[in-house]
């Protein structure tokens, strides 16, 4: 007797209504993706289940891998058995002693094959007297147990679980369209990204590179970061921008105070090109309201007039301490902090305008046909794909 099953829970996926169908078809292609290295793991779907078929493997290694999966609710690894009294008894009596630090238990039993022979109460004391005249030191408690081990027969077999986990939650990603990311390299944008994907969003990512003012370091750690990220979806493709002669210009051209709020208007107009060529309908930013200078409400509506596409701020209205929190469950916390300038840190102003006006933005701009220099910048993008099997470090072989 052994756990040769996880039970996957959709939670959000359950109110989809009519297009269900889709999101958790997604899910199971998601899932598989995941899962693809352990040679022998299957994913099936059963009316209202998933599950994923060990075939032998560890549990917890597969259970690890599922727990960065979005559009998973929860998971408990389960036992298969066939729909008979005594196989279902030795089942939940082994689920029930494999559990960590059990003190009480209940038994919850679910019968959706309503051919089998006993009642769901009926089985539930049979198995509950069961549980108890074989172990010693377990006691029932059924509104508060430290285990609840549920027993679900089906017409194909009776599944058994017990503990059940957590997990990410959201949306399978690939299920909300794509976003283009801009990746600075600190805390906030990575988690923007993140959180985008837990909405289903697919990312790709764009950077603003600068050198020499910005380091093949601080490229570096943007490609780490993308590879984090991959850990909770797809591979990522970063866009590498070449900006140092665009930004230069901009801050020879633009009074010291307005210079931060025409250099993101260019990324914007940058990023909304590579979204066309790319079929992408959204950008994606780490923007805080009020954080710094060009995330006040009038930095944002000056910036934003030069694009009409969608920029979601998943950020928004997070204060740094719960940003920093999530940096660090998800492990880009130590990445983002390494002291490696970008872009948006060099040629800061001393006064940076907190609000921005437009008409003295465009004023400023007319003096200079920057279009040449964007088109230059767009025609020498590097795309470095990144994903979990392809690992950042080898994107930069031979680098240093």
């Not at 930013?285 to 995330?295: D, F, I, M, P």
Request: glycine share 6%.
């Amino acid at each position: 007797m052994e756990f040769d099953h996880i039970l996957i829970r959709y939670g959000e996926l359950a109110l989809k209504g009519k297009n269900r169908k889709s999101f958790v078809e997604k899910l199971q292609q998601n899932i598989r993706h995941k899962l693809q290295e352990f040679e022998n793991v299957k994913v099936k779907r059963t009316q209202g289940r998933m599950f994923v078929l060990l075939n032998g493997h560890d549990p917890h290694e597969v259970l690890e891998k599922c727990k960065n999966i979005f559009g998973i609710h929860s998971f408990s690894l389960a036992i298969k058995v066939e729909n008979d009294l005594e196989t279902i008894k030795e089942a939940a009596l082994y689920a029930l002693k494999n559990g960590e630090n059990i003190k009480t238990f209940k038994v919850t039993v679910k019968r959706i094959d309503k051919s089998f022979p006993i009642r769901s109460q009926e089985l539930n004391q049979i198995l509950g007297g069961h549980l108890l005249s074989n172990t010693e030191d377990y006691t029932v408690d059924v509104h508060h147990p430290d285990i609840d081990v549920k027993v679900e027969i089906r017409q194909e077999a009776t599944y058994i679980t017990s503990s059940i986990i957590r997990g990410s939650g959201g949306l399978p990603v690939g299920t909300s369209g794509k976003t283009l990311l801009l990746l600075s390299g600190g805390i906030d944008s990575p988690v923007a990204g993140y959180l985008a994907m837990k909405r289903g969003v697919e990312i790709e990512a764009i950077h603003f590179h600068s050198p020499p003012f910005t380091s093949d370091r601080a490229k570096q750690k943007v490609i780490d970061l993308a590879e984090k990220l991959t850990s909770y979806g797809s591979k990522i493709n970063v866009h590498v921008v070449p900006f140092t002669k665009l930004q230069q210009k901009i801050f020879q051209e633009t009074p010291d105070n307005y210079g931060m709020t025409v250099m993101r208007r260019m990324m914007l107009r940058i990023s909304e090109r590579v979204c066309q060529k790319e079929g992408i309908l959204s950008m994606t930013t780490g923007e805080n309201l009020g954080q710094v200078a060009s995330q006040t409400m009038t930095s944002m509506y000056t910036i934003n007039e030069v694009t009409n596409y969608p920029i979601l701020r998943p950020l928004i209205t997070m204060d740094k301490d719960e940003i920093i929190e999530i940096s660090k469950k998800i492990d880009t916390f130590d990445i983002s902090i390494r002291p490696y300038e970008d872009c948006c840190t060099i040629f800061v102003p001393k006064a940076p305008k907190t609000k921005p006006k437009r008409d003295r933005v465009n004023y400023y701009e007319s003096n200079y046909d920057y279009e040449e220099l964007i088109q230059e910048a767009i025609d020498g993008i590097e795309v470095i794909e990144i994903s979990e099997k392809k690992k950042a470090e080898d994107a930069f072989e031979g680098l240093f």
